[in-house]
């Protein structure tokens, strides 16, 4: 048997995280990551009373395991955000297609978040794996599992992810036990308070 941990701290959502008035045709990144190991939801911003839904953004950069992805977005209407529908590790660049002129943007990132993709030996005889979660502070998560194969050529972020049973929208430490045969386990954070912080335990039976 092997008992394993992973702990974060999460940053929470962070409007111009990635860039603050972003202008014109060219958008120039201050920043590539949140720096919390976690991927997030990128948003964009417009700060301006001009409709730019008319154009798009894509972005480029790498998903919660660190393989390349890539996303167009529609730009945001008058004075709204839109939000991508991957989880971003790292994003790269974001690029227009055309210029918004004198109008700003801004380019951050949300509190909705996913870790890393965590194998477990589903060839196991007699499957078992326990979980424990440890939270502090303030903090909405899920366990969730996939069984997908994800040690292929297929990212694991584009397979079909399933919340656990028992361990769903949780606010405080939580622990399970599971027979069934599973490929891959997750966390997912669906709301925070900075300063949060999260741990996962793993015990898997030979």
Do not use: C
Request: charged residues 15%.
């Amino acid at each position: 048997m092997y008992s394993k941990t992973w702990t974060y701290t999460p940053e929470d959502d962070n409007l111009t995280g990635f860039l603050s008035n972003a202008t014109g045709a060219t958008w120039t990144l201050t920043t590539t990551t949140p720096g919390d190991s976690l991927a997030h939801f990128v948003i964009i911003t417009n700060d301006s009373a001009t409709d730019h839904s008319g154009k798009t953004a894509a972005l480029t950069g790498t998903d919660a395991d660190g393989r390349a992805q890539t996303e167009t977005l529609t730009l945001p209407a008058a004075s709204v955000a839109v939000t991508s529908t991957k989880y971003w590790k790292t994003l790269t660049t974001v690029v227009p297609s055309a210029t918004i002129g004198a109008d700003t943007m801004d380019i951050g990132w949300t509190d909705d978040i996913i870790g890393p993709t965590i194998p477990v030996n589903w060839r196991s005889l007699h499957f078992s794996l326990t979980h424990q979660v440890d939270v502090s502070g303030t903090i909405n998560y899920d366990l969730q599992y996939t069984l997908g194969g994800v040690l292929g050529s297929t990212a694991p972020s584009t397979l079909s992810w399933l919340d656990h049973a028992t361990t769903v929208g949780e606010t405080t430490d939580q622990s399970g036990s599971d027979t069934a045969n599973i490929t891959a386990v997750r966390l997912a954070i669906n709301s925070l308070t900075a300063g949060a912080t999260i741990s996962l335990y793993l015990l898997q039976g030979n």
